[in-house]
C-alpha cells in the first residue's frame, strides 16, 4: 500500500509508531504488503530518513527499507497459528543474533496502544526466500553445495542457545515427541474427516518413538522457504513461530521432509544437498550424532504434521476465520505430504489415471473442463503478468485452484468409485464411500494390525489418486510410479 491511497488507518499508524521509535524519520515512502507467509503477514518499508552526519535542519534525506512482520488481522493479536506470540519470536530472532546465527536486527515489537496488532519493525535484508528459486537459481549454482553442511552448522548453533538464560521457560512450550504425535492426530480428529493414511501414520509414529530424545531450543519450521539464501551462503533463519522445547531432531527430519525440496526429490536436503553433509555440519557445532532411525521419524513426522495443518488451514478458511484465496489450495496440499508418508512407509506401485485425456472428452460443446481450462489459462498467461506481485500471486493461485476442480471433473468419479471397490474387498461390507472411509478409520483407530492383508495397497493406490488430482507433478508421485 501506498500512503494516502489505501487503508489510512493503518498508515498512519505505522507512520507515527516509526516517527516516534526510529532516529532521523522524516516520512513513510510505501508499505508493501509481501506474498511470503501462510499465518503472518510480512510487509516492505521504505521510509526517508535523514542523511548519516546531518541534523534536523539540514535537508538532505536517504531511502531506507525496513520490514513488518505482524499477525494476520483475523488471528488473535497474540499469536499466529504457530505456538509463540510474536513478541516471543522477536526476543528470539535477538537471542539467535547475539549467538551468531544469521537474521535480521529487530528495532521495535509493536505495543496495543500502537493500532497496529500484534508484530514487529525488523531490519530489511537481500537475499532470495522462495524455496523454488534457491533450489534452480543460476545465481546459487555456486553456493547450493555447502548449504546443507550450513544448514547442519547453524542449527547445532540453535539448540546450544539457552532459553533458560534468557528467562523463555514460560514463552516457549516444552513438547515431548509422544506429545507432539499424540496432539497433531487430535488437531486432525477435531476436524470429523476421514482421512486413512494420516491414521495409519500416527499408529505407525505411535509405535516408533524415538528412545532418548536430546530437550533443547528447536526452531520448529527450518525449512528451504524459511532460510534467505544470497551467493555468499545463508544470510538469515526467518519465522520462528514454531519454536518450542523438545527434541533437536526434529529441526534436522523437517529440513529434509519432500515438501521442501521444490522438486529436486533426489537432494534430501531442502532440494539443494545430502544428509551425509547436513549431519556433518551439525556434528562440528554440537558435537552430536543423529543416527538414521532418528532421522527417518522426523521426516515421517514432519509429513505427518504437514498433512494435518494443510487440512486445519482449509478448515479455518471454510468456516470463514481467514479469508484467503489460496487457504483452500492449501488445504489440498495435505495430499502431497501424505504421499510422503507413502513413500516413507510402504513404497510400491500404483496405477494413475490418463492425465493426457483431451479436456474435450465427451459430448458437451463446450465441456465444463475446458470452461476452467480456458479461465485458467487466461489468468496465468494474461492476467498475473499485468499485476502487481501480491495480485500476480493470487491470479496463479486461483488459476491452480481451477486446474484441480478441472481434474476433479475428469477423473474424481472414477477414481471415487475404484476407492469405494477396494474399501469393500478389504473391509469386508458394501457401503457408500464416506461410510466405508470411516469405517477404515475407526478401525485404524482400534487394533487393526497395519500389516493387514491389502491395506498399505489400498492406502497408497488412494493417496496417489488423489495426488493426481491436487497436484499431478508433485515429485512423490514419480518415486516409484
Keep these: 500500500m501506498t500512503p494516502g491511497t489505501e487503508d489510512d488507518d493503518f498508515t498512519q499508524a505505522l507512520e507515527r509508531v516509526l516517527s516516534r521509535e526510529l532516529a532521523g524519520f522524516r516520512s513513510l515512502v510505501s508499505c508493501q504488503k509481501l506474498t511470503a507467509g501462510a499465518s503472518q503477514e510480512t510487509y516492505r518499508i521504505v521510509i526517508e530518513e535523514a542523511a548519516s552526519g546531518s541534523d534536523a535542519s539540514d535537508a538532505r534525506s536517504v531511502q531506507r527499507q525496513l520490514a513488518l512482520r505482524r499477525s494476520q488481522p483475523h488471528t488473535p493479536a497474540d499469536s499466529g497459528v504457530g505456538v509463540i506470540s510474536l513478541a516471543t ?26 493500532d497496529l496488532g500484534s508484530g514487529f519493525i525488523m531490519q530489511w535484508l537481500e ?14 549454482a555456486g553456493v547450493r553445495p555447502q548449504l546443507a553442511r550450513e544448514c547442519g552448522q547453524i542449527l547445532g548453533r540453535i539448540h546450544a542457545l539457552d532459553w533458560r538464560a534468557e528467562n523463555l521457560t514460560d514463552q516457549l512450550p516444552e513438547i515431548a515427541p509422544a506429545t507432539l504425535v499424540e496432539d497433531t492426530w487430535a488437531h486432525y480428529r477435531e476436524l470429523n474427516v476421514p482421512v486413512p493414511m494420516i491414521d495409519y501414520t500416527w499408529r505407525w509414529l505411535r509405535d516408533n518413538l524415538p528412545g532418548t530424545a536430546r530437550t533443547t531450543l528447536v526452531h520448529g519450521d527450518f ?46 536436503v531442502g532440494g539443494f544437498g545430502e544428509v551425509a553433509d547436513l549431519l556433518a555440519g551439525y556434528r562440528e557445532t554440537s558435537g552430536l550424532e543423529v543416527s538414521p532411525r532418528e532421522l527417518e521419524f522426523w521426516q515421517v513426522f514432519g509429513s505427518f504434521w504437514w498433512a494435518m495443518v494443510t487440512l486445519q488451514m482449509a478448515n479455518a478458511w471454510r468456516k470463514g476465520e481467514t479469508p484467503s484465496l489460496e487457504r483452500p489450495v492449501i488445504g489440498r496440499r495435505s495430499s502431497e505430504a501424505q504421499m510422503d508418508c507413502v513413500n516413507l ?65 475428469q477423473f474424481g468419479g472414477a477414481l471415487a468409485e475404484q476407492e469405494r471397490l477396494r474399501l ?29 492383508p491389502g491395506l498399505t495397497d489400498h492406502l497408497r493406490q488412494t493417496v496417489a489418486g488423489q495426488l493426481a488430482i491436487d497436484q499431478p507433478r508433485y515429485s512423490a508421485l514419480r518415486a516409484v510410479h
Design 89 to 114: 519470536e522477536a526476543r528470539l530472532f535477538q537471542l539467535a543474533s547475539a549467538a551468531g546465527i544469521p537474521g535480521p536486527d529487530v528495532h521495535y515489537v509493536l505495543r496495543s496502544e500502537d
Design 127 to 140: 537475499g532470495q526466500t522462495l524455496g523454488q528459486r534457491i533450489v534452480r537459481s543460476e545465481d546459487l
Design 223 to 268: 525449512r528451504n522457504g524459511n532460510l534467505m539464501v544470497t551467493a555468499n551462503g545463508i544470510n538469515a533463519v526467518l519465522d520462528w513461530e514454531l519454536a518450542h522445547i523438545g527434541d533437536p531432531v526434529r529441526d534436522l527430519g523437517w529440513l529434509c521432509v519432500n515438501s521442501w525440496r521444490f522438486g529436486k526429490d533426489k537432494l534430501p
Design 345 to 409: 512407509l510402504m513404497p510400491g506401485e500404483f496405477t494413475l489415471p490418463e492425465m493426457d485425456n483431451p479436456v474435450s472428452r465427451g459430448t458437451q460443446l463446450p465441456m465444463p473442463a475446458e470452461l476452467l481450462t480456458g479461465v485458467a489459462d487466461f489468468l496465468k498467461a494474461d492476467v498475473a503478468p499485468q499485476l502487481d506481485p501480491h495480485n500476480g500471486f493470487l491470479a496463479m493461485v486461483a488459476a491452480n485452484s481451477l486446474g484441480i476442480a478441472q481434474r476433479e471433473l
Design 424 to 452: 469393500q474387498t478389504l473391509l469386508g461390507q458394501q457401503g457408500g464411500l464416506d461410510d466405508l472411509r470411516w469405517e477404515l478409520v475407526n478401525r485404524l483407530r482400534s487394533d487393526m494390525p497395519l500389516d493387514t
